[in-house]
């Protein structure tokens, strides 16, 4: 049997137009921008003429904690969407675009795998549409107007040694995380310490994600803090008159970007802020379009449940108010063997009780969505083929425990079919009644919502600050902000803020070093270990084996 990569089985499938796709889901043509006959812009305005339809489920689909064996959870994403598709349901999915970085890094895109892709892959891939850099752009805009403006006067006294606003690149790139700027006399600007930041983590990302439409991303682009004055002060991107020229270079980046699965479901692609640095979830503009024009909608929270799925609920779902109806966890054998302590290149034969220590992790993550998030779960195993049945069987019997049934999903060899089984099951769970709930309520102090992040979510002891974050604690409370929702940085491999302590560690502390508020995005961030907004390349980066022939034809991408 011929074994083929992911990039060679998106290429070998005849995409349908995406005029045709989108009139699944009720989209007319005029309401499309085309990028070619196989992407388009979907204009978010489409929305209005469906207010008299009732919105479709919303299915959360998270995972375990991540490992090097990997666990598959956008691949499951579309799967479940073509298998709903499959069973003749009006189903579409929503998910993040990918980042540059790591896609010539080490994580990979965000396209999914196998037989349970979106596509075109590649395009999607690299530049897609161009909302990153239309995001990078007014990122830039916005720092070459805070230098301008010290430059011609400072009349709004900005500190030079305060400005908290970076310049972005959509690349992992550390040589640019410290730098020094403003050298070679005054007409080339004041010299000061800065540093770039990945363009996932740039507030603009988050502000995009979180719009409800044009003149709310507008609003929320003014409220940006960009720095501090001389007294301390914050100082706005309003106070620049910078939110015009901003949401005029975004006028296009946000309205979703539509393209299709291998299967023909329709896939809305739009924003990708990271689930270790920001708030890892798609744009509520795509998820509540999708919502609008399809029964059942599938999208993902980034990373683990306690990262990615905490934010869909703390930050997305409370700012939004979608709720979702069921969630998916996935989790794979071989990660649940490397939480039990099996190194990677261990992982090929049975080993029930590598297995069973690493169970731990898994049920954490159970836990959290049912009592925690007060959501309905179904756990869905990402099929391997050295996976064996006393190894699955003994996830089946952790999970009957909690009552949680386990699903095999078959999506990345057999697509749509092979998601068949666990597109009943969320049928089944998007029908029951939850008890849908936060984390924390907006009225408890940042310390007490720190410390239920820990606590309920972690199943650590508390939140530990710094000085510094001590400081910024208090300065954030008093000038207004303490009732925002926090937004974790934290490490995705742990449950802890330490990258080695796997499976469900416990009597650990967070330590926060940094507390920043994100006030047009509408969260405060807490930067925790050592966790950097700016990534760095791998010793061999995939890039090493990205190539493109005469014809244009891409290989090396997966």
Known sequence: ????????????????????????????EDSLSLYG???AKVDMNTMKKATDKEDGKLI???????????EGKTTTSVGLADGLSYLGKKAAIALREPSLGPVFGVKGGAAGGGYAQVVPMEDINLHFTGDFHAIGAANNLMAALIDNHIHHGNELGIDARNITWKRVVDMNDRQLRHIVNGLQGRTNGVPREDGYDITVASEIMAVLCLANDMIDLKEKLGKMIVAYNYQGQPVTAAQLKAQGALAALLKDAIHPNMVQTLEGTPAFIHGGPFANIAHGCNSVIATKLALKHADYVVTEGGFGADLGAEKFIDIKCRLSGLRPSAVVLVATIRALKMH?????????????????????????????????????????????????????????EACQKRNVEVVLSDVWANGGKGGK????????????????????????SIQEKLDKIVQKVYGGRKAVLEGKAKKQMKELTELGFASYPICMAKTQYSFSDDPKKLGAPKDFDITIRNLKVSAGAGFIVALTGDVMTMPGLPKAPASEKIDVDAEGNITGLF
């Open 37 to 39: 006959k196989y992407k």
């Open 421 to 444: 089984d666990l597109a009943e099951k969320v049928i089944e769970l998007a029908e029951k009644e939850n008890n849908f709930k936060f984390v924390y309520d907006e009225e408890d």
């Open 340 to 396: 039990g302590g099996v190194d990677k290149k261990e992982l090929a034969g049975e080993n029930v009780e590598a297995v069973l220590k690493g169970l731990p992790n898994l049920d954490k993550h159970i836990q959290n969505i049912q009592e925690v998030y007060g959501l309905p779960v179904v756990v869905a195993i990402n099929k391997f083929p050295l996976d064996t049945e006393a190894e699955l069987k003994a996830v089946e």
């Open 1 to 28: 049997m011929e074994i083929l990569t992911d990039i060679e089985i998106a290429s070998r499938v005849e995409m349908k137009p995406i005029v045709e796709v989108a009139k699944k889901v009720g989209i007319e």
């Open 60 to 70: 959360l689909v998270t995972a375990i904690t991540p490992t090097p064996a990997g």
